[in-house]
């Protein structure tokens, strides 16, 4: 599976390239995002923008970012905002996982979020009826809140550092 990469926030929406998971882990790798998150989470509200982000949920049939042209991937990007203890967050995730497919996981670029990736679950239509039934069985509650904004097959996430 390729997934639409987007070489910082700044593209304008249109697509860069077209990464398998090698491509991706390529880009985990790079010093450059360690740099930016920390510039971030220091109080560089600009600095999000530098950062790569990949479309999870979608592909664009032109390369365009917009929602009427993106087919579904057959993920769901589920994120946890106002998460103050996202490792600790996700362990208890690990622990709630049952027989859903977490694909991938990880810190967001401002420290205070969880991001996670799964497959979609057959027995929902939408992207939201999945992104709730997910957060009802990782029990999520307490930990922070599950950002409803991640429906729309569009949506990216930005990209962080590997090992987060």
């Known amino acids: 599976m390729k997934l639409d990469y987007y070489k910082s926030g700044k593209s304008s929406?249109?697509?860069?390239a077209e990464l398998d998971y090698a491509g991706l882990l390529k880009v985990l790798e790079e010093p450059r995002l360690r740099t930016?998150?920390?510039?971030f989470r220091g109080g560089d509200a600009e600095a999000k923008k530098n950062l790569p982000c990949i479309a999870?949920?979608?592909?664009?049939?032109?390369?365009?970012r917009k929602a009427d042209l993106m087919e579904p991937t057959g993920l769901v990007m589920l994120d946890i905002d106002h998460c103050e203890k996202p490792r600790e967050c996700f362990e208890h995730v690990k622990e709630h996982l049952g027989d859903l497919q977490l694909l991938a996981a990880h810190i967001t670029p401002s420290g205070k979020g969880l991001r996670l990736v799964?497959?979609?679950?057959?027995?929902?239509?939408?992207i939201q009826e999945n992104i709730e039934a997910m957060a009802k069985q990782i029990e999520v509650e307490g930990y922070?809140?599950?950002?409803t904004c991640c429906k729309d097959?569009?949506?990216?996430?930005?990209?962080?550092?590997?090992?987060?």
């Open 13 to 16: 929406g249109k697509r860069s």
């Open 56 to 64: 999870y949920m979608g592909r664009s049939k032109t390369g365009q």
């Open 153 to 164: 097959l569009s949506r990216i996430s930005f990209l962080v550092p590997k090992d987060e």
């Open 118 to 126: 799964f497959r979609n679950l057959s027995d929902y239509e939408t």
């Open 36 to 39: 930016i998150c920390d510039a």
């Open 144 to 147: 922070g809140e599950v950002d």
